[in-house]
């Protein structure tokens, strides 16, 4: 994917476009995937980076949701388990299972647990990832060897799946581009088009880089911006009735060592009754996560010393060794796209909606990063009948994610790469200082950062450090220290000059203190 070319066929089209997309999360990302599969000409703009806001914020679970079993939401649960299998069928360098023990500490929970996740199996059907079972206290500390033991009774083991959110939509906006999209990353959306009736029949949007403004026109213009999705409404119609909710997650990095083994910890109910992972991720524990009302969305939204206080302290009540403050490597948060409803916001929809405004604005938004290829074939063919498109049947159930590639763990480091990785390294046995390590305490080396501009649009040292690699969210001072090289790196890759280093250097400094919490 090369940005100048994608805006030149941005420019240059003459003809209205069948579908324009704002936003390139995991929504707007899956509906550009699957127009583009079925055929149509469709181009997708990000006000940043791909990926910058929520999608690359969750818990990186491709899961069905124990929790909405509780809630009795079995639909939800079965649709999100079939969703967990394709993604794993198609994109098995980036998903896998994971192992999650629910520790027993009084009698009745491994009864109660141990039926529900029975239900979780079976509502799995063919698209099971490995049978629950219940655990002595041995077997249970055998799999969380860091668990306390005092008091335990035993556990539930089941399985669910696992992926690196930001990498896997990386690989959704390349699929999509395999397949003829155009994406265009730091280009805003400012404004819509309407026809002579005063549908909504494109959009103007920024080119932040050069200050151009592109006028698109289409036969319809799909809302896919999350938590900013009334902003988009609102430039349709300002006195539109809102429809979303914005609930925060906070998520807490630790080395591995505080959770030992290959199994993650799952606490189904907290101290208020919320759900707590503790998951094994890029050689790390990750630790979440938080449901805290939000009134205003923003981009970088920062948490609060309760989150992190309440994770401390969650953490400490299960593991021999109570992580602290100073043991957090990073931390990170997300804000959930919650469709709007009564009462508190864990208790909200997690389901998708597809509305369309009298203006004939499409929007999708709602559900989970687990359910994203669904939520496109919904709406794709919403638009068919809005848009009047030709009736083409979505192709992705066994649409093969860019990166494809079987058995991709013997990759080490570069595994999320998949079919891409044999390129990485081609590039580092060319030029030696490629093939440099970044950081001692991360295994990202330089070839990365390059393959990331010329092949993945990454176009600043942000992009790189938090989508591109990972090493903001899992060790916010070894990101710091390596903004410097990357910069220099990106420099050479894109024409910049002295001053874009230090102002990309100081940038991504001031950025990635709100990631640390530890000295
Ligand atoms: C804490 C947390 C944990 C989660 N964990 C999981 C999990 O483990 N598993 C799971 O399945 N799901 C999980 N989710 C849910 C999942 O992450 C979200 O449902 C999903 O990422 C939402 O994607 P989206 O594309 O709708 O939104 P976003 O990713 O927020 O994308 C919207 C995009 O629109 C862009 N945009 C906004 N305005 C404009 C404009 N004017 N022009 C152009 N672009 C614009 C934004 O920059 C943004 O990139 C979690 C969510 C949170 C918050």
Redesign the pocket.
């Known amino acids: 994917m090369k940005r100048e070319t994608m805006l030149a066929r941005a420019r240059h089209r003459t003809e209205p476009w069948d579908i324009v997309v ?9 509906v550009a995937v699957d127009a583009a599969a079925r055929g149509f000409s469709v181009v997708l ?19 069905g ?1 124990v929790r909405y079993l509780e809630q009795g939401n079995i639909p939800l649960v079965m649709s ?1 388990l079939k969703e967990r299998g394709l993604m794993r069928q198609n994109a098995p360098h980036l998903v896998h299972d994971l192992a999650f023990v629910v520790p027993n500490y009084s009698w009745w929970e491994a009864p109660f647990y141990g039926i529900g996740l029975k239900l979780y199996d079976m509502l799995a059907g063919k698209y099971g990832f490995g049978a629950s079972k219940l655990l002595s206290k041995e077997e249970t500390l055998e799999r969380l060897p860091a668990l306390e033991p005092e008091e335990l009774r035993g556990g539930v083991v089941y399985y669910d799946g696992q992926f690196d ?1 930001a990498r896997l ?1 990386i690989h959704l906006a390349m699929t999509a581009a395999d397949h003829g999209a155009v994406l265009a990353n730091y ?4 404004s819509l088009l309407r026809d002579p009736d005063g549908y909504v029949n494109g ?1 103007t ?1 920024l080119d932040r880089e050069s200050g151009e403004e592109l006028a698109l026109t289409a036969r319809i213009v799909i809302n ?6 009334d ?2 409404r609102q ?1 349709a119609e300002p006195a539109v009735e809102p429809l979303m909710v914005t ?5 807490l990095v630790f080395e591995r060592s505080f959770l030992k083994g290959d199994t993650a910890l799952m606490v189904p109910k907290t101290s208020d009754g919320r759900v707590l ?1 503790v998951i094994p991720w890029h050689g790390h524990a990750v630790a ?4 805290t009302p939000v009134d205003l969305p923003t ?1 970088e939204p920062r948490p609060y010393q309760e989150e992190i206080e309440f994770i401390l302290d969650t953490a400490a009540r299960f593991f021999v060794r109570p992580p602290t403050r100073a043991d957090v490597l990073a931390v990170y ?5 919650l469709v709007k409803g009564d009462g508190k916001t864990s208790a909200l929809s997690r389901d998708h909606i597809i509305h369309i405004d009298t203006s004939g604005l499409l929007t ?9 290829r669904h939520m496109a074939e919904d709406c794709v063919n919403h638009a068919i009948t809005l848009g009047k498109l030709p009736d083409i049947d979505c192709p992705t159930k066994n649409l093969r994610i860019h990166g494809y590639l079987e058995d991709a763990a013997s990759l080490g480091s570069l595994e999320v790469y998949g079919s891409d990785a044999e390129k990485i390294r081609a590039l580092a046995a060319n030029s030696p200082s490629l093939a440099v390590q970044l950081h001692p305490a991360l295994p990202n080396i330089a070839a990365e950062v390059v393959w990331a501009a010329r092949e993945e649009m990454a176009r600043t040292v942000e992009d790189v450090l938090a989508r591109h690699t990972r090493a903001l969210f899992l060790n916010a001072n070894a990101a710091i220290a390596m903004a410097d090289p990357v910069a220099k790196l990106l420099a050479a890759e894109l024409g910049r000059d002295q001053a874009w280093i230090a102002a990309q250097v100081r940038e991504f400094t001031d950025l990635a203190q709100q990631y640390r919490v530890g000295p």
């Not at 703009?45 to 899961?63: C, I, N, P, Q, Y």
């Not at 280009?187 to 400012?190: N, S």
């Not at 609930?247 to 998520?251: D, E, L, T, V």
């Not at 999708?364 to 994203?372: A, E, L, S």
């Open positions: 704002i936003g390139g999360g995991a929504t707007g990302m899956g703009l990000e006000a940043h980076d791909f990926g910058k806001a929520t999608s690359s914020r969750s818990t990186k679970l491709v899961h949701g999100a959110d939509l280009c805003p959306v400012t959009v949007a896919a911006t999350g938590v900013f999705t902003s988009i430039m609930s925060q997650g906070i998520h992972f979440g996560t938080t449901d981009l948060v997300g804000l959930r796209p999708i938004t709602g559900g989970k990063w687990t359910t994203y």
